[in-house]
């Protein structure tokens, strides 16, 4: 059992935003020479469901692989600015 339940979707939504907002900071810092900012909100999340903070299954995380990886997918091979093409 999971600290944090499968039913707590905010939760899990704001941890998996933080994740992803330390690695843009990585990316942007002297560190991200060394070490991918991706590589480390996935090994973020990865520990912390090791350590059964997260829940191994949730709503969230079909959310995210169903609509934001396969927008980030081809914005990363391209390189491409949202917010340009936007």
Do not use: C, H, Q
């Not at 059992?1 to 704001?14: G, V, Y």
């Not at 191994?56 to 692989?65: I, Q």
């Amino acid at each position: 059992m999971s600290l944090i339940t499968p039913e707590m979707s905010a939760a899990i939504w704001s941890i998996l935003f933080i994740a992803a907002a330390i690695g843009f900071w990585i990316d942007g810092s002297n560190l991200g020479k060394y070490f991918s900012g991706a590589a480390a909100a996935v090994l973020i999340t990865l520990v912390l469901a090791n350590i059964n903070i997260l829940p191994n299954s949730a709503k969230p995380y079909d959310v995210v692989w169903s609509t934001f990886v396969p927008v980030a997918i081809p914005l990363l091979l391209y390189k491409a600015n949202l917010r340009a093409i936007l």
